[in-house]
């Protein structure tokens, strides 16, 4: 059973230029989650989906970032206009459920860097 | 968000065991303790998990306090593997899916 797949691995874009990420849950999987990684600092949750639905954004910068899990396909973390700040490392994790009781397994990053 | 307190740093010799200890004394009756680490240059990985009960699986063993605001991960033989940012974090009612990073203690395992 392989992993969490995220895609690219290392993505650079000029500032004002789109980058999209992409993660493949790991089979079975119907939850998942993006982190961010600024330069040495915690990581920060983004956003939670479901097959087709956001369950909660809250961590999401209102502008410029947006996410979907469509029915068929992987998750897309897309960022318009993309500024050197948005420079970090974008973890996507996948969970079988949500709950106290569930782990989550991450992907191994995407590490985006903007010139 | 109920907080967690971990010294920054650690340090440990191979082959002894590691005792990481976490801080969570505002911790309500239903948050689940959960372990990650980060080694290096990779994404977080899952350790271990638990409610009130002392958990072993086979990469480490936790201990929880009595009055749960404390906890203990131990790593029973430190590798080089094992070093790494771990990160004791809680999982809280209302958001049990969400993991709230905080800064980790910084396993450094010498040869």
């Known amino acids: 059973n392989a992993g969490v797949m995220q895609n690219p691995r290392h993505l650079v874009r000029r500032r004002g230029q789109e980058a999209r990420l992409r993660c493949s849950p790991m089979?079975?999987?119907?939850?998942v989650y993006w982190y961010r990684q600024l330069p040495e600092e915690g990581l920060k949750f983004m956003v939670y989906?479901?097959?087709?639905?956001?369950?909660?954004e809250s961590g999401m910068p209102k502008e410029r970032f947006s996410a979907e899990f469509p029915k068929e396909g992987p998750s897309i973390l897309r960022i318009q206009q993309v500024v050197r700040g948005d420079s970090a490392a974008y973890f996507c994790?996948?969970?079988?459920?949500?709950?106290?009781?569930?782990?989550?397994?991450f992907g191994q990053g995407t590490r985006l860097t903007v010139v | 968000d109920a907080k967690t307190t971990q010294p920054n740093s650690m340090e440990s010799n191979e082959e002894e065991p590691v005792h990481l200890p976490c801080n969570h004394s505002?911790?309500?009756?239903?948050?689940?303790i959960h372990w990650y680490r980060q080694l290096p240059s990779q994404g977080p990985e899952y350790v271990i998990h638990?409610?009130?009960s002392n958990v072993n699986n086979r990469m480490a063993s936790l201990a929880i306090a009595e009055d749960r605001k404390s906890s203990t991960l131990i790593l029973h033989r430190a590798t080089l593997r094992d070093a790494a940012v771990y990160y004791c974090?809680?999982?809280?009612?209302?958001?049990?899916?969400?993991?709230?990073f905080g800064k980790g203690t910084l396993l450094t395992v010498n040869p």
């Open positions: 638990g409610l009130t």
């Open positions: 974090i809680l999982k809280i009612g209302g958001s049990n899916y969400k993991l709230t």
């Open positions: 989906l479901q097959k087709e639905n956001i369950i909660d």
């Open positions: 994790a996948s969970s079988p459920q949500e709950g106290y009781n569930t782990e989550a397994f």
């Open positions: 505002t911790i309500s009756g239903t948050d689940y």
């Open positions: 089979k079975g999987h119907s939850h």
